[in-house]
């Protein structure tokens, strides 16, 4: 048994700082899906374009196939961020590839015939990354290719490493040479335990019948057999493997270059890319080459056995990351021992193909060709010095010791193994059909999800929904100020600022001050001859009092002279009482220093969203409303309503809660109702009279019904105020009939995009998108 290294454990015991950075690291993620139509037949079209080409997208990729869709994640700083990072992309996938699916096995769906496996399409026919495809097609067959998985990528803080060099290092040793060498350590103990990763990943032991034959297999269908004891096929011997097995030896870095450099040499792989083994060792630089990985050293390490886990929908759950995390802890604490690579390599190659084969019947393990030793007694062992480790030393003790825990359940229980669980959801609906429920689901709930960014909750809606766009296409993304919602786009050189996704360079400075005045606004607008309605303006709350002659009668409008988002708003289309006035008043003036009391015009407000001189979206806002029952008080009506999943507040959600406020309240007495009445059923009551979404109206996009004649008023307000990203707010009589009066009741320098995007009802726009094409017209289209 290979014990911890107890002079470097009391190291880390005794020094709380390198304890602490001892748990941090780099962490990042690749995961492949076959895409897939809803009967389970790869799907034979081509990468959505939305993506852009494979070589300028960062996030999405496609792998081997056209059909094989491949998400990479940034580099993060934790598990929970990178897990969060991967649901994103998940989430955006599901989102773009329209009726099909992201199939959650690792063992291929429905093929078509060999010939017919669409290889990757890139931008030129001799492009390196199609030419390297085409010579895995001709080595080992496109069908194998098809498999697919999670890639874990790791490194350890470099302050830790840098302070460990310091506190351990012999002094004749490099820092270059000490960082490469603590690597291989943990790579060597990864290749020996690989057994216990893939007992506890393995999640590919079913399989259709046209992808391979293996000769203990058991059919379970016509079309499906599974290995009844098996773990994982795509980890076995009938899996992705090297042609001819390949002895490379991790028990120096020097040693581990020269294998896989004679291994080239004497033409067995064409380049270290096709070194097909559970763990690489891996630098930052593009090149990917033996030669500059022996120049620059090992920068991090890549873990490439993990299954899909078909009951997840991000492929991978966050506590089987933290196990992976903590088994890279562990091997860099662990005592090598003294077996040369060469006597143990047969021993370790063969638990991996015997777990894979056979791990749920719990078969000895080889440690060496003399010896063996029980599973659960070899697998408890690792698991025992995890569980030090963290006793010793983990700070957040208890989450880690539940991730112990559920693996140890595995260990003693097989049945509770993801192979395990995946036979019976085979054996229960077949192989095809239950993967394409699961399918279905997690695409459903990614919908559900598609104006969320997982990290970025507390940020404003519409942040959010431009960054995952960016995402999309691969465009880098840096948060600047997450309070402030302020982002740092990049593509090359090409650097775009943006605050609360609309506000950017393209922006005149005194464009904004004038729409950020409505006084000033309506001036401008009516000189230009745009209809505005007549008001007046005041800074003073007793001299707005005393106006109240001069309106009575008259339908108007009470509002803050500078607010955003509806707030402070109160409406009179009927008569009012000199107290319904100066509550008014007194509520617009607790916004602004100033209030606007103009004229109403009668009709149905919409919000017209221009970009670069072109209408994008156009959305009807009906004011805050509840429709009584006959059985339940408004309270309870809105409180209703506002149990939708899709109402939030602070502009987190595409809808916002209904409030209770005293502009809520004022607006129920105008109707003689109370928060205690109980209107009748089919009764619509209104709570606010303006319509803003930010207020808890309903949205309804009316972009294609929406004559142009009105989008040419829409779009000359933009240009008359030199404004390039703009809300203009228009009330129409009639959409139908232009000789009606309109009104421009404002214009809005920092649309929010997130309602046209999900609106109440209606088509959901992709505002995000159209933003970034004007910021970056280099990747319009994508």
Not at 518 to 540: Q, S, W
Not at 559 to 580: H, L, Q
Request: charged share 25%; with cysteine.
């Amino acid at each position: 048994m290979e014990l911890l290294n107890k002079q470097l454990l009391h190291l880390l015991e005794k020094d709380v700082a390198l304890s602490k950075a001892f748990f941090k690291g780099n962490f990042g993620l690749e995961k492949e899906n076959l895409r897939v139509d809803r009967n389970g037949h790869l799907a034979l079209t081509p990468h959505p374009a939305i993506f852009g080409p494979k070589e300028d997208n960062c996030n999405i990729k496609t792998d081997f196939s056209e059909s094989q869709v491949e998400m990479i994640t940034p580099v993060c700083g934790s598990v929970n961020e990178v897990y969060d990072a991967l649901h994103n992309l998940n989430n955006i996938v599901n989102n773009e590839i329209g009726e099909e699916l992201l199939w959650p096995s690792s063992n291929p769906a429905i093929l078509p015939p060999e010939k017919d496996i669409p290889i990757a399409v890139y931008k030129t026919k001799d492009s390196e990354h199609r030419v390297y495809r085409e010579h895995l097609a001709k080595e080992y067959g496109k069908k194998i290719q098809l498999l697919s998985g999670i890639h874990y990528n790791f490194s350890f803080a470099e302050d830790f490493l840098k302070q460990l060099y310091e506190k351990s290092a012999p002094e004749d040793t490099t820092y270059h040479t000490f960082k490469n060498q603590l690597y291989m350590q943990v790579a060597s103990y990864f290749m020996k335990k690989r057994w216990l990763l893939v007992y506890l990943t393995g999640a590919s032991p079913v399989f259709e019948n046209d992808f391979t034959a293996i000769s203990n297999a058991r059919p379970l269908n016509q079309n499906s057999s599974y290995l009844p004891t098996g773990m994982s096929l795509r980890n076995s011997a009938h899996g992705y493997k090297n042609s001819e097995p390949l002895n490379v030896k991790y028990d120096t870095f020097e040693n581990y270059i020269q294998s896989i450099a004679n291994y080239i040499e004497a033409g067995t792989i064409d380049s270290m890319r096709e070194y097909y083994n559970p763990i690489r060792l891996k630098n930052a630089h593009t090149d990917q080459t033996l030669e500059s990985l022996a120049e620059k050293g090992v920068e991090y390490l890549e873990i490439r056995s993990i299954d899909l886990n078909p009951f997840e929908l991000n492929g991978i759950s966050k506590k089987t990351l933290h196990l992976i995390h903590l088994m890279f802890l562990t091997a860099l604490l662990t005592n090598q021992d003294d077996i040369t690579w060469e006597t143990a390599a047969a021993s370790i190659e063969a638990n991996e193909d015997l777990i894979a084969r056979n791990g749920l019947s719990q078969p000895d393990l080889q440690l060496h060709p003399e010896g063996k030793i029980a599973f659960q007694e070899a697998a408890q062992q690792e698991l025992d010095k995890m569980q030090q480790i963290i006793e010793t030393l983990a700070p957040d003790q208890q989450h880690l010791l539940e991730v112990i825990s559920e693996h140890r359940a595995m260990v003693d229980d097989p049945q509770q193994t993801i192979a395990a669980k995946s036979i019976s959801a085979a054996q229960k609906d077949g192989f095809i059909a239950s993967n394409l429920a699961l399918a279905a689901d997690y695409q459903e709930k990614s919908y559900g999800l598609a104006y969320q960014l997982k990290g970025a909750e507390n940020m404003e809606l519409s942040t959010q929904i431009i960054w995952k766009d960016a995402l999309k296409r691969g465009i880098k993304t840096e948060v600047l100020d997450a309070t402030d919602n302020f982002l740092a786009f990049s593509v090359g050189d090409h650097i775009e600022y943006v605050k609360q996704a609309s506000k950017t360079a393209k922006d005149n400075y005194v464009s904004v001050l004038v729409m950020e005045n409505k006084v000033v606004t309506k001036k401008i607008l009516a000189k230009h001859g745009m209809n505005v309605p007549f008001g007046e303006n005041f800074t003073d709350i007793e001299t707005a009092q005393s106006a109240y002659p001069l309106f009575t009668g008259k339908a108007i409008v009470v509002k803050p002279k500078s607010t955003n988002y509806g707030w402070g708003i109160s409406i009179f289309k009927d008569a009012f009482t000199e107290k319904d006035f100066q509550e008014a008043l007194k509520i617009a003036f607790s916004y602004d220093e100033a209030v606007i009391i103009e004229e109403f015009i009668e009709g149905d407000e919409y919000r017209f969203l221009v970009i670069d001189d072109k209408v994008e979206a156009v959305l009807k806002r009906i004011p805050a409303n509840v429709t009584g029952d006959g059985k339940h008080t408004v309270q309870e009506l809105v409180d209703q309503k506002n149990a939708d999943p899709l109402r939030g507040t602070d502009h987190l959600k595409p809808l916002e809660k209904i409030l209770t406020g005293p502009e809520e309240t004022l607006m129920l007495s105008m109707q003689q109702y109370s928060w205690e009445s109980i209107p009748e059923t089919g009764k619509t009551i209104y709570l606010r009279e303006n319509s803003n979404i930010s207020t808890g109206g309903d949205s309804i996009d009316f972009t294609d019904q929406m004559p142009d004649f009105y989008k040419e008023i829409a779009i000359q307000c933009t240009q008359i105020v030199d404004a390039h990203i703009c809300g203009v707010d228009i009330i129409i009589p009639s959409i139908h009939d232009e000789a009606h009066k309109h009104g421009i009741i404002e214009l809005n320098f920092n649309p929010a995009m997130h309602m046209h995007c999900f609106p109440y009802e209606g088509e959901r726009k992709k505002i995000g998108d159209k933003i970034l094409d004007y910021l970056f017209p280099e990747k319009r289209g994508f």
